[in-house]
């Protein structure tokens, strides 16, 4: 089993639609949860953290968290085409804060 | 204020050649990590540095090295290159524990 899994798409989605990408994670000890998208060529970008159980929205974005499924999604509302990239979610180590482990990326494919 | 920068953008190796990557973190970054991206392997963590003092290594042969110097700047080598590190090298700053920020990344070939 990977430690971080996510779907690797590609998700399409239609302009203007919410678009939601999961991840599941096998370290129980895990306690920062990142997701940063990856334009083709380019390096991965931060879109949002997430610490605790819950919802945290940032403009279109919401990441939810559940620590008890060892879950984490990433909804992205009123999709844009320039939403179209890789989507990376990543979790800290347990007991070592600064080391990611990262999914291999969902591709996200938003159409006009 | 400016992001984390990375030298070179592009390099070309022969196999068994060494390389030195260079990492500027953000201002006021003391945390550095590097990272590996393959196609096949995805993101793989490399080490990190906090104070000019390794703090945490993944798995990687001991061909991979790294350093800290005094300024936060930081240099990840690789010696004896095989075709399997050709990959982006990307290296990403933060506060302590906190959100990671990556740079362009290096573009390595090894022929």
């Known amino acids: 089993q990977k430690e971080v899994e996510q779907n690797s798409g590609p998700l399409s989605v239609p302009e203007g639609a919410i678009a939601s990408l999961n991840c599941t994670y096998s370290d129980r000890g895990s306690q920062s949860f990142f997701w940063y998208r990856q334009y083709s060529g380019k390096s991965p970008e931060l879109i949002m953290s997430?610490?605790?159980?819950g919802d945290k929205e940032d403009g279109r974005f919401t990441a939810q968290l559940n620590k008890a499924s060892q879950y984490v999604s990433l909804l992205i509302r009123d999709s844009q085409p320039s939403d179209s990239a890789t989507y990376l979610c990543?979790?800290?180590?347990?007991?070592?804060?600064?080391?990611?482990?990262f999914g291999t990326g969902t591709r996200l494919q938003v159409f006009p | 204020k400016a992001g984390v920068t990375q030298t070179p953008r592009y390099l070309i190796k022969t196999r068994g050649q060494q390389v030195t990557l260079s990492c500027s973190p953000i201002s006021g970054h003391r945390s550095v990590s590097w990272y590996q991206q393959t196609p096949g392997q995805g993101l793989q963590f490399l080490f990190e540095y906090f104070s000019e003092t390794q703090r945490n290594k993944g798995n990687f042969p001991g061909r991979f090295s790294g350093r800290q110097f005094s300024n936060s700047r930081s240099e990840m080598n690789v010696s004896t290159l095989e075709l399997g590190d050709s990959a982006l090298y990307l290296c990403a700053s933060s506060h302590l524990g906190g959100e990671q920020f990556f740079g362009p990344g290096t573009r390595l070939t090894v022929l």
């Open positions: 997430i610490y605790s159980n």
């Open positions: 990543a979790v800290s180590a347990s007991g070592n804060t600064d080391k990611l482990i």
